[in-house]
Structures are given as C-alpha cells and as structure tokens.
C-alpha cells in the first residue's frame, strides 16, 4: 500500500508561484510514476503533469512553460513547481502514483490517490 500527503497549497495572488510537495510511503519509489491532477469545483478532475523515469508530460496547453514537476527519489517526494499563477489554476491538486510505472494522462491508470491540496489565486 502506498500512501500519499500533499503539501504546499494555500492562497497566492495572480502572477505568483506555488511549490506543492507529494511525500509518498513504499520501497519502490523510484519506479513509480509520479502524477499531479486538478479539480475545480464543478468540473472534471484534468491532468496536469507525470513524471516516470527521467521523463515528463504535461496536460493543458496552459500550463506548459508554467508549470514543472519534479521528484527526488531518495526523499520519495514529488513536486510540482507552479509559477506565474492564473485566477483559473484555482482547484485542488492531487498527487498519484502508479506503481507499475508507465506515462499517462487519465485517473483510472493511477492506483494511490492524496487526499488533495487547496490552491486559491486570487485577481
């Protein structure tokens, strides 16, 4: 069983930056891969970045050059790097993990969910 804590989130104003941090539980988490997730209220819950193995995807064209996820494997943490910040990233983020690694972009491949992050930006 892996178990996932989120931290980092909190109220920032337009154009600032966020670091969120996802400490994972597990032997193996240097194989897992590592993805960060959205829900606004009323709408789906949308990728936004994975990492596994030395490589990254991104979701939405408008969090490309905005966004950066990371991870250090020896702390079993991952990162989301969030700069520039828009009214409309306003949602909470969930980190997940996917113990059979692979890249990808829907929730139904991932297998260990957080207990999600608020992150408010305000105008």
């Known amino acids: 069983q892996v178990q996932l804590v989120e931290s980092g989130g909190g109220l920032v104003q337009a154009g600032g930056s966020l670091r969120l941090s996802c400490a994972a539980s597990?032997?193996?988490?240097?194989?897992?891969?590592m993805g960060w997730f959205r829900q606004a209220p009323g709408k789906e819950r949308e990728f936004v970045a994975a990492?596994?193995?030395?490589?990254?995807?991104y979701g939405t064209e408008s969090v490309k050059g905005r966004f950066s996820i990371s991870r250090d494997n020896a702390r079993k943490t991952a990162y989301l790097e969030m700069n520039n910040l828009k009214p409309e990233d306003t949602a909470v983020y969930y980190c997940?993990?996917?113990?059979?690694?692979?890249?990808?972009?829907?929730?139904?491949?991932?297998?260990?969910w957080g207990q999600g992050t608020q992150v408010t930006v305000s105008s």
């Open positions: 990492s596994w193995s030395g490589v990254s995807i």
């Open positions: 997940a993990a996917r113990s059979t690694g692979g890249l990808g972009r829907d929730t139904v491949i991932y297998d260990y």
């Open positions: 597990g032997p193996a988490f240097h194989t897992y891969t």
